[in-house]
Antibody, heavy 118, light 111 residues
Framework: QVQLVQSGTEVKKPGASVKVSCKAS????????ITWVRQAPGQGLEWMGW????????NYAQKLQDRVTMTTDTSTSTAYMELRSLRSDDTAMYYC?????????????WGQGTTVTV | QSALTQPASVSGSPGQSITISCTGT?????????VSWYQHHPGKAPKRLIY???NRPSGVSDRFSGSKSGNTASLTISGLQGEDEADYYC???????????FGSGTKVTVL
């Protein structure tokens, strides 16, 4: 079955960076994209960005584009999200989700989430 | 870029139908047929219920249905059940600087 498994809990100091991984299985990785979403405590879902696993094209939320980088490793079917210059308001649950190959449109299968505490 | 507007909470009795609205602009909800709905139980991964306004993925109960009129999309849950108690989010493609936007979220309570 289609599955996305994310890396474990992270605790970081302000100003540090965090890199969250998302390993895909059960489908052809390069035929889809990966969207990243976060949810701060008590808040709603926030779209962070999208990457095509086919060609590495990315699209980031304007408020994060200076601090976030999304990459993929097609040899291991793994997507990564790196967030730099961490602040206390980056404390959140971070999710990866499978999306379309060419555009962020409708993430369908989601990972279990990674807690990041700053 | 603001989140799409949803009511903070909606409640209903078992067996009833409820509708959650999601209001955006012509740059997102109103301009495209790319609205999705997600169910989120705390501590679990969100689950997609509806895509492209009114399409239901296989395996999702037909008690969930979606529609759109102008800049407002809606999710209707019929035959409300206790397991439907969760947070619900709409999401839409957007032509603005950030190409995808979620709604503010609606907490559904089954009385």
């Amino acid at each position: 079955q289609v599955q996305l498994v994310q890396s474990g809990t992270e605790v970081k100091k302000p100003g540090a960076s965090v890199k969250v991984s998302c390993k895909a299985s059960g489908y052809t990785f390069i035929h889809y994209g990966i969207t990243w979403v976060r949810q701060a405590p008590g808040q709603g879902l926030e779209w962070m960005g999208w990457i095509s696993a086919y060609n590495g094209n990315t699209n980031y939320a304007q408020k994060l584009q200076d601090r976030v980088t999304m990459t993929t490793d097609t040899s291991t079917s793994t997507a990564y999200m790196e967030l730099r210059s961490l602040r206390s308001d980056d404390t959140a649950m971070y999710y990866c989700a499978r999306d379309l190959i060419a555009v962020a449109r409708s993430p369908d299968v989601w990972g279990q989430g990674t807690t990041v505490t700053v | 870029q603001s989140a799409l507007t949803q009511p903070a909470s909606v409640s209903g009795s078992p067996g009833q139908s409820i509708t959650i609205s999601c209001t955006g602009t012509s740059s997102d909800v109103g301009g495209y047929g790319y609205v999705s709905w997600y169910q989120h139980h705390p501590g679990k991964a969100p689950k997609r219920l509806i895509y492209d306004v009114g399409n239901r993925p296989s395996g999702v109960s037909d008690r969930f249905s979606g529609s759109k009129s102008g800049n407002t999309a809606s999710l209707t849950i019929s035959g409300l059940q206790g397991e439907d108690e969760a947070d619900y989010y709409c999401g839409s493609y957007s032509s603005a600087s950030t190409p995808y936007v979620f709604g503010s979220g609606t907490k559904v309570t089954v009385l």
